[in-house]
Every structure is written in C-alpha cells, then in structure tokens.
C-alpha cells in the first residue's frame, strides 16, 4: 500500500485542527476562523517541527473540503524564492475568485523567510491589491526575516517547541499502531535528542523501528548519532575533577563509537553545564569557555585539538 512506504512524518500527520499536538491557543483561533469561514493573512512563526505546515494544511482542509484542490496553492518558498514565482504562478492564482463556500482562496509559502527581498516587495503588492479575494499564510523559522510590510498585514502566530506530554501521546499512538515497543527511557532519549521537534522525533523512533521493534534509549541515541547524557556527563567531571588522560579517553569513545563532530559535542556539553551540580560562578566560567571554544571551531580550527583543549581549560575553572 502507498502508507506503508510514506515516512512517518506524512504517515501521521493530523488531517484535522483537533489531532494536532500542542499549540492549542493557536489551533483554538484557526478553528475559530474556520467557524466564521473568515480570517486574516497569518504568519507563522517558529523553530521545524512545531506544526506550521500541519496547521496550514488542517485548516485548509476544514475550510474547502473536497474543493481544496482549486481553492488552495501551496509553495516552498526556499525552492521557489525569486520574484519570478511571485509575479507568475503567485499573483495568476490569488487573483481568480473562490469557487468554494469560504469566499476566498488561500495562498501557503512555507518557508517564507527563504524569500529574497525584491520577491517579498512583489509579494507584499500582491496581497494588498488582492487581499478581498484572496488569503495568504507565510511560514517561517524566523519573522525578523520576513519585511516589516508584510508582518503589518499579517496576523502573527508563533509556535514554541512541543512539550514532553504532547510528544508523548504522538508517539506512544504512532507506536501502537506500528506494534513498538517502546519503554519509558526510550521515550525520554527522543525527547532529549528531538528538542521540541515532532518531525525529528518521529524520524528517529522510524529509524529505530528499521532496526529493531523493541525500541531501547541505547537504539535512540546510537541512530539519532547522539551521545547519552550520562556519557557526556562523566567526561566532563573527569575534566572539572584534573582527571585529564581518562577524560580524553571518554572524548574518544564518543567521537568513535558516535561520530559525532566537534560542534555536536560542545552542543551536548553545553546542554549538560546547565544540569550539572555546581556552583553558579563555576558554571559560568564553564559556559564562557564552551562559547569561546565554539567560536574557534566554527572558524576552522582543529577539532580533536580544541576539544582536548577544552576539557584541559574545564580543570581550571573552579567556582
């Protein structure tokens, strides 16, 4: 069947406002618009994964039904991002009339942030001058991207990372329905390497179950190529202790057994500091030399060098 090669991410995701996960004010005021079959341009703003593209897709479906097909355009923007689409398949589309009972048509970009800027001027005109029969939803990861005109005649939604208990009901059903296994510190491992992000989320658990169909937080952390909390914790009292040689051997057990980049690591050190029972002054220091240590990677310095040099520095910083 065509489900079963679908990857998980479009698999599950929710056809209707109720079956999406969190960001239940928002989802409250799209129903509502749905009710009244009237809404302003929206913009949608927050981090991948949150349910942007599922919310715009959910209400489109509440608002035309079986008519979607001539009512609703949907574009990526970081693919189709110069002023050419805009004046093209854009403005032919949000000019023609609504054939449904919302008497308006719908226009999504997501990605809208990804628009260059003479594309967002020409988009800006477009929904001015058509804005009695058409509607506009523009995602994007960052509003401060898209221009100062376009967010006035926008009503702005954003979206935050999904909690633990949302992610939780998603996953615990997609697992029901997959026969999987799936124990309580495999669901927290996802939880820890997704951040907030249901498509990642659902990403790892579906290349878990590619594996094996009791899902472990061993399994979760090795195909995500995440190091366990634990791991990194460890290596970094070792270092904070002057046990230098033993947390350098820690530091090679995660680049190998891992993979993981340099930048992979200073984030998972970085995320631990803030858990770590220290004194604040000392954790402090400790941030202020992973930013430091940071800042030379991303500048091309050498990886295995600065991160031994970084456990060396963490035996100095004493609270």
């Known amino acids: 069947m065509e489900t079963d090669i679908l990857p998980w991410t479009e698999k599950y995701r929710p056809k209707k406002l109720d079956e999406v996960a969190g960001q239940k004010e928002i989802v409250e005021s799209l129903r509502a618009f749905v009710k009244a079959k009237n809404m302003p341009s929206m913009l949608f703003a927050g981090p991948p994964g949150v349910g942007k593209t599922t919310c715009s897709l959910a209400l489109a479906r509440e608002l035309y039904g079986e008519e979607i097909a001539g009512n609703f355009l949907e574009l990526n923007a970081s693919d189709e991002r110069g002023i050419d689409v805009v004046r093209g398949r854009i403005k032919d589309f949000a000019r023609s009339v609504s054939l449904g009972e919302a008497p308006f048509k719908l226009i999504f970009l997501d990605e809208g942030d990804a628009l260059t800027a003479d594309a967002q001027q020409a988009l800006r005109r477009t929904m001015e001058s058509n804005s009695s029969v058409t509607r506009f939803i523009i995602s994007a990861n960052y509003s401060s991207r898209i221009i100062e005109p376009i967010q006035s005649r926008c009503a702005v939604f954003r979206f935050m990372p999904l909690n633990d208990k949302d992610m939780r009901k998603t996953l615990e059903h997609v697992a029901k329905m997959e026969k999987l296994k799936i124990d309580d510190k495999a669901l927290d491992a996802i939880f820890y390497v997704s951040e907030g992000d ?122």
């Not at 980049?261 to 984030?267: L, M, R, V």
Request: hydrophobic share 40%; glycine share 6%.
């Open 198 to 319: 249901m498509r990642r989320a659902l990403n790892v658990m579906q290349g878990c179950a590619m594996h094996a169909s009791h899902i472990t937080e061993e399994l979760v952390h090795k195909i995500s190529s995440r190091a366990m909390p634990k791991e990194v914790k460890d290596m970094l009292h070792l270092a904070i202790d002057g046990k230098f040689q033993s947390a350098r051997e820690n530091l090679d057990k995660l680049i190998i057994t891992y993979g993981l980049s340099g930048e992979d690591i200073i984030y998972q050190v970085y995320r631990e500091i803030g858990k770590m029972e220290i004194p604040e002054k000392q954790r402090m220091r400790l941030i202020e030399i992973v930013g430091e240590y940071n800042f030379r990677l991303i500048q091309g310095a050498n990886e295995r060098i600065q991160l031994e040099a970084l456990l060396a520095q963490f035996a100095t910083a004493k609270g």
